[in-house]
């Protein structure tokens, strides 16, 4: 009882004070970080919340802030909800195409010697050291008409092959650009495993295919749904890349809010557009949590 | 920016205006610019003689500028620079709004940009008489853009192979009936104005319409011929007629000349239908303090000599038949580029108004389609 009555020691004190110089020195640590999210992207992300609400007048360029929902109600329109589903289908269709790419690559890295490993991840994101721009331009000359691809292909199959300009170019395309993003987290997933694992597998009889179906898929799988997001949500609001690639004739929604801000000008509904979006990616990733801890317990 | 300004051609100076120079030269005014207050300064073309002294800053294309225009200006006009940033748009919103940011002196502008930004009210107009040189400018183009100077247009025909197409095309009534023949090797412009205004001539109505009915036939016109395009393409559009992936274009005057000269079995249209062409000039913006700077130069890049280099260095169709002599033979003598008789059948693009958003939900809703 005296104890607890008796004023704090000089020990206490200066542990009290180191405690509080802690917690100071650790929010002055945070705060550039803060800081930056908080002026480059929560602001922005307001900012664009608060123009989807307004009206443009499209020849002054005036925006009067009048709290309409009516730039909601125009994204239910046929020529927007379609460009939708096809943005979400080339974005599903191109994920899966990184996964299955992917993991067989990640896997064989992991499989390899240091030396050997290191200098594969490096040829995995080397191409990112070029400008995004340039390699997917490069993929123009590729595709065309009388390009490499289309030699090729006369020369196995005696056919031509038009890709160019086609879905099927723009799913190239992401899948090309993408794929390091679905490599590394797999990686680093299947690097972690202890590499005796397989080999008890095979002690026990399991054949390769077995093997990978019941031991590096399931080891892989945090990987690979790290792999599915980071690909999945960019992908998903892409317009590079089916601008140059599509030939103009394929519409991402991406392409429509980009035009929107930067042909039409109408911010309110660009906002409104891309508010839209990140709120429909949002249930996605918020769906994809809630299973991810029954799919990594499989 | 410091201006100074007064009439060089004075001899006598007011003692205000003289204790006004001195208080620029307190405040670090270059002498030279200081000296060229003080001389007589002209293009030698019948220029105004107002002083000139600062920088005007032009948003422009990236090197669409003759290439000793602007070296050859600041010699003449000591103090005066012309600085040019690369950010001019292609799209009227991004143009209009260049121009409300207060950044520029000066722009480059297509005639439909330069409407909407004359209805706001943000263009300055220009006192013509001190750019005496827009008398070298034909009066097609500078009807066609009146609120600042001309400096080159592009016609919308059509580029073709005769060799792989085994027939004339002589207007747009032939291209939609070939194109499924030639599915797939056929390409389009990704330009609203100038895909939709073409499309527009084929169904025979004016490329600038702004009645529902026709835009909405115009819509179908393009969808129903989509199947067979390769491609709406915004930059080398013509350039798979070279190799023959692309045995029919859409495409601007400056480009096919530009393919002719690699590949001589291309052949250009004038549509008989009519074309519609985008022009293109430099306009003041009302807020700029170097408004005087501004028409000098303008005065100065159409001297015939100055406007054949941007011609030379750029290689568009060009508006003023007076830099003729000045300009390479294989521009001057290219009859896609020069500007004849078949200007008359051109209908140049302007602004649409409030229909402006009709035509961006439509085109959006054939690239969707």
């Not at chain 1, 009067?64 to 020529?79: C, Q």
């Not at chain 1, 008409?145 to 090729?152: E, I, Q, T, Y």
């Not at chain 2, 030698?44 to 002083?51: E, H, L, N, R």
């Not at chain 2, 100038?194 to 969808?223: E, R």
């Amino acid at each position: 009882m005296v104890a607890a009555s008796a004023p704090p020691g000089p020990g206490a004190v200066s542990g009290c004070r180191l405690r509080r110089r802690h917690r100071v020195l650790a929010r002055l640590l945070v705060a550039p970080s803060a800081a930056w999210t908080l002026v480059f992207f929560v602001a922005p992300l307001v900012l664009i919340t608060v123009f989807s609400f307004g009206r443009e007048n499209l020849v002054t360029f005036n925006i009067t802030f009048g709290w309409t929902a009516a730039n909601y109600g125009a994204f239910g329109g046929s020529l927007y909800l379609g460009t939708l589903l096809r943005s979400l289908d080339l974005s599903l269709g191109t994920t899966l195409g990184c996964a299955l790419l992917g993991l067989p690559l990640a896997y064989f890295i992991t499989r390899q010697r240091p030396g050997v490993q290191r200098l594969l991840l490096a040829g995995v994101i080397v191409p990112f050291w070029t400008s995004f721009l340039v390699r997917t331009y490069s993929w123009v000359n590729l595709l065309q008409s009388g390009g490499p691809v289309d030699r090729l292909a006369h020369g196995l199959t005696g056919h031509h092959v038009e890709v160019l300009y086609t879905p099927t170019s723009i799913a190239i395309g992401i899948v090309y650009s993408y794929l390091p993003l679905m490599v590394l987290p797999i990686y680093v997933a299947l690097e972690r495993v202890n590499p005796e694992l397989y080999d008890a597998a095979a002690d026990l009889g399991a054949r390769p295919w077995r093997q990978f179906r019941r031991v590096v898929l399931p080891l892989a799988r945090p990987g690979l749904i790290a792999g599915i997001i980071i690909v999945g949500v960019p992908a998903m609001g892409e317009y590079v890349i089916p601008e140059i690639l599509g030939g103009g004739k394929t519409l991402m929604i991406g392409n429509i809010i980009v035009s929107e801000f930067l042909d039409v000008g109408n911010y309110p509904f660009g906002s409104a557009l891309a508010v839209s979006l990140m709120t429909i990616l949002m249930i996605m990733l918020f769906a994809l949590r809630r299973v991810q801890p029954a799919l990594e317990a499989r | 920016m410091t201006q100074v300004s007064g009439n060089a051609g004075d001899s006598v100076l007011t003692r205000r205006e003289l204790l006004r120079r001195g208080a620029a030269l307190g405040v670090g005014v270059p002498t030279t610019a200081l000296l060229d207050a003080c001389t007589s300064s002209s293009s030698g073309s019948g220029a105004s003689t107002t002083s000139i002294a600062g920088t005007a800053v032009m948003s422009n294309y990236p090197s669409w500028m003759g290439s000793h225009v602007v070296a050859d200006f600041e010699r003449l006009h000591r103090g005066s620079h012309i600085k040019q940033v690369s950010s001019a748009s292609s799209s009227i919103a991004g143009t209009v709004q260049q121009l409300k940011s207060g950044t520029y002196d000066f722009a480059l502008a297509d005639a439909s940009a330069t409407g909407q930004a004359v209805a706001i009210g943000i263009v300055a107009p220009l006192d013509w008489s001190k750019i005496p040189n827009i008398k070298f400018v034909g009066q097609g183009f500078r009807q066609g853009f009146p609120h600042g100077i001309p400096t080159d247009y592009g016609k919308v025909g059509i580029g073709y192979r005769p060799d792989l197409v085994g027939e004339k095309i002589s207007s747009w009534h032939d291209v939609w009936r070939l194109a499924p023949k030639f599915s797939g090797k056929v390409v389009f412009i990704d330009i609203d104005r100038d895909c939709m205004g073409s499309t527009l001539k084929y169904l025979g109505h004016s490329g600038n319409s702004t009645v529902p009915s026709q835009l909405k036939a115009c819509k179908d016109a393009l969808i129903g011929i989509k199947p067979h395009l390769q491609a709406f393409l915004n930059t080398n559009v013509g350039q798979g007629l070279q190799d023959g992936s692309t045995v029919i274009a859409m495409d601007w005057d400056y480009d096919v000349a530009l393919n002719k000269q690699k590949q001589p079995k291309i052949e250009w249209v004038f549509p008989a239908e009519g074309m519609v062409a985008y022009i293109e000039g430099w306009i003041a913006v009302k807020s700029s303090r170097h408004l005087p700077l501004v028409e000098t130069f303008m005065n100065f890049a159409l001297e015939p000599k100055q406007y054949a280099d941007f011609v030379n260095t750029t290689g568009t169709a060009y508006v003023e038949s007076a830099a003729t002599p000045f300009i390479t033979k294989a521009i001057a003598d290219n009859p896609v580029l020069r500007p004849g008789q078949a200007v008359a059948n051109v209908e140049y693009e302007h602004f649409l108004g409030q229909a402006t958003a009709l035509w961006t939900t439509i085109w959006q809703e054939v690239k969707a389609a």
